[in-house]
């Protein structure tokens, strides 16, 4: 052996931290392997192989779409597609307008108005009335983006007033999450507890997608509730509506020209790709912009715009905008040779422009340009003079600038909450086969393809370097821990920790020295197959590997079931060994792998025995405490239309489960007087709730 390797390997056997150091490391025994240098990759690369294969299934299935009749039923699916998605919208109420002040501007006026698109559901919003010419007015529905405030950001001022300047009605209203509607406001900071309207989003999303619904299911009907006050205003022509905003903006001129055959004319900025490209490039981008099973469907981009057609329809595009102009081109010359067959070519244009993100002014000038064609049939040159800049405060709706604390009403939270209620009160009955259904549990049978890495010796038993294929495209790193303290077959448990493999190696050490046969497994997405994730992103703060978690309710799919096929096919590899008593095979799951794990063992009865440590106390929980961190990749869309996690404890009967310092929203330990009241009731004694210190080993 060379002198230096003789030397460096007489000092790790000299500091016993560095031996155990590398020890350690080599539990992540792939990561030096280079065949494995993009593990990290392997989960998204799954997701897009299957988002890939829906999208060439639906173009298959529209390509030969050129009638009117063809394209009424595309429109009739998609709108269908939609209320599906999100929930359903809600019943028409009474508007409730107020006109709360207004600005003049000399050729126009501002009024600022609250309206109640749901009852005590706030609206805030600016109007934009023209003085010149004669009413009624062809009029515009603006829907607001994701910059900074709401209908005070300067670029919208400056559009509003140069149509408003062009003879259009034009209303903006503050989104969810901005200006005077915020949902998370907290007083100490006069902002945002969460600082982000998309953070907003999408954390309300969870909540809202557990009951069964979407946030978009909110901000669609805001907007439908705006066209209908817009409508309701005697200066405006309701034969001649046109629809357009940026980014977010123009995420729900899309929508809502797919909805509502009100909207005569439309002009999306910066919004149309195609999910092939977005998924590919960027990721989902926030809750409001996913409806769950959106791929599984069939759907994509262009959908909306058939859903509108043959309309007068244009696409915006920023060529370096992140939403990427790839997806734009594709989804524009597909829906364009529909356009075309149905002899409408000229309704469906797109303008593109060499800048970024944002409504500049020369998507304005096409937008000016576009509506002049087709609202009021003349010509517009796009000259726009500068329009006077309010301050926030001057449009303001409501006195202290926020609906929370002037009008004290109702927020999505609290609307998700009621919503929660009815649905709790209609539950059925426990469902193991609709719990597979929503969770999309699927376990592959056939081969596991096992390849092995080597063991590392320890005194009184060995750990085995293996993995599995837990189906094509999923590799499984695990590591098997056996005892070499007897002859005949081991009990075995099947660990599997949020934090991975690595994580687990000192209960594994502990159990396998009690004479257990421990597997410690990575399932997709964590330990060493973890997506590399930007610390200082706000969403991988608050959510987590959002774009994996995400990418899978658009596909139908959710991690906690993929997950839990990840431990089924583990347990299939444990059963097929000859030193495994099969009659005693137990599960733990930790962390992040915990609801998985109960959802496995719930739907696999090979399971004999259950421990979850530090796992979500429940469903129940995620929308009843107004923020959750971390808890996005747990989440199963609809659950709590059928059960809730205690439900699926109690399915364990007469099969013990020990429920171990579970934890709330924000991952803080719960009391354990407060779990066993929601884990015991009437589910017998096979629960056992307790803590850690009491009892680190638990049923083993």
Not at 59 to 79: E, F, P, Y
Not at 142 to 161: F, R
Not at 419 to 429: F, T
Request: hydrophobic share 40%.
């Amino acid at each position: 052996m060379p002198f230096i390797c003789q030397l460096a390997l007489l000092v790790i056997l000299m500091v016993p931290g560095m031996a155990q150091a590398q020890e350690d490391a080599d539990l992540d025994f792939l990561a030096n392997i280079d065949e494995f240098h993009d593990l990290h990759r392997m989960l998204r690369a799954h997701l897009m192989d299957e988002a890939n294969r829906l999208l060439q299934e639906r173009s298959a299935r529209i390509s030969g779409m050129s009638t009117l009749n063809a394209v009424a039923a595309r429109r009739k699916l998609v709108r269908a597609t939609i209320t599906e998605s999100v929930g359903g919208f809600p019943e028409r109420t009474p508007l409730n307008p107020h006109i709360t002040g207004a600005i003049d501007r000399g050729d126009y006026r501002i009024e600022k108005i609250v309206f109640e698109s749901q009852p005590r559901f706030f609206v805030t919003a600016n109007l934009y009335l023209p003085k010149t010419g004669s009413p009624p007015y062809p009029a515009i529905l603006y829907p607001l983006g994701h910059e900074p405030g709401g209908k005070s950001y300067a670029i919208w001022q400056q559009m509003l007033g140069s149509l408003a300047r062009r003879g259009y009605v034009a209303l903006a209203w503050d989104p969810l999450g901005q200006e005077e509607r915020k949902q998370f406001f907290d007083p100490d900071w006069n902002d945002s507890k969460l600082f982000s309207s998309t953070v907003e989003h999408t954390e309300l999303g969870a909540q809202c997608m557990l009951v069964g619904d979407a946030i978009a299911r909110y901000t669609i009907w805001d907007g439908i509730r705006a066209l209908d006050y817009l409508l309701s205003r005697p200066e405006v022509d309701a034969s001649r509506v046109g629809a357009t905003g940026n980014s977010g903006g123009g995420t729900h001129t899309t929508y809502l020209a797919a909805l509502d055959d009100r909207i005569k004319v439309a002009a999306p900025s910066c919004y149309i790709t195609s999910w092939r490209v977005l998924l590919d490039a960027l990721g989902p981008q926030d809750g409001e912009q996913v409806f769950p099973g959106w791929l599984k469907h069939g759907m994509d981009f262009p959908d909306f715009i058939y859903s509108f057609a043959p309309k007068p329809f244009l696409v915006l595009s920023a060529i370096r905008d992140f939403f990427p102009i790839g997806g734009a081109r594709e989804s524009f010359a597909e829906a364009h040779r529909v356009y075309e067959a149905l002899d409408n070519g000229d309704k469906l244009q797109k303008v593109e422009v060499d800048d970024g993100h944002g409504y500049s002014k020369p998507r304005r000038q096409a937008a000016y340009r576009w509506f002049a064609r087709w609202l009021q049939s003349q010509e517009d040159d796009g000259t726009e003079q500068d329009a006077p800049m309010a301050r926030p405060e001057e449009l303001w709706a409501t006195p202290t600038g926020q609906v929370s604390t002037s009008l004290q009403g109702e927020d999505v939270f609290s609307l998700n909450l009621k919503r929660y209620e009815i649905v709790k009160l209609n539950r059925p009955a426990l469902s193991l086969d609709k719990v597979r259904e929503l969770a999309a549990f699927d376990p592959r049978g056939g081969n596991l393809n096992i390849r092995t890495y080597g063991t590392m010796p320890r005194t009184g038993y060995r750990i085995e370097k293996l993995t599995y294929e837990s189906e094509p495209g999923i590799l499984i790193p695990a590591l098997l821990y056996v005892p070499e303290t007897k002859v005949g077959k081991y009990p075995a448990v099947l660990y599997a920790d949020g934090e991975g493999k690595k994580a687990s190696a000192e209960d594994a050490e502990r159990l396998v020295r009690k004479g257990f046969m421990v597997m410690t497994v990575d399932l997709r997405g964590m330990g060493e197959t973890r997506p590399t994730l930007d610390a200082h992103d706000d969403f991988a703060r608050y959510f987590g590997d959002y774009d994996s978690a995400e990418t899978a309710i658009l596909l139908g799919k959710t991690l906690v079931g993929m997950r839990a096929a990840d431990i089924s096919r583990a347990m299939d590899l444990l059963e097929a060994r000859p030193d495994v008593d099969t009659s005693e095979l137990s599960g733990f799951g930790k962390g992040a792998a915990a609801v998985a794990m109960l959802h496995a063992a719930a739907l696999d009865p090979r399971f004999r025995k259950l421990a979850l440590e530090d796992m979500l106390v429940s469903y129940d929980a995620m929308v009843t405490h107004r923020i959750h961190r971390k808890m996005f990749e747990q989440i199963v869309p609809s659950a709590l239309k059928y059960y809730d996690l205690p439900d699926l404890a109690g399915s364990l009967a007469p099969r013990p489960v020990w429920i171990i310092d579970a934890v709330n929203p924000l991952g803080q330990v719960v009391p354990a007087a407060q779990v066993r009241s929601i884990y015991h009731g009437e589910r017998g004694q096979q629960i056992h709730v307790g803590h850690r210190s009491e009892n680190p080993d638990f049923a083993f």
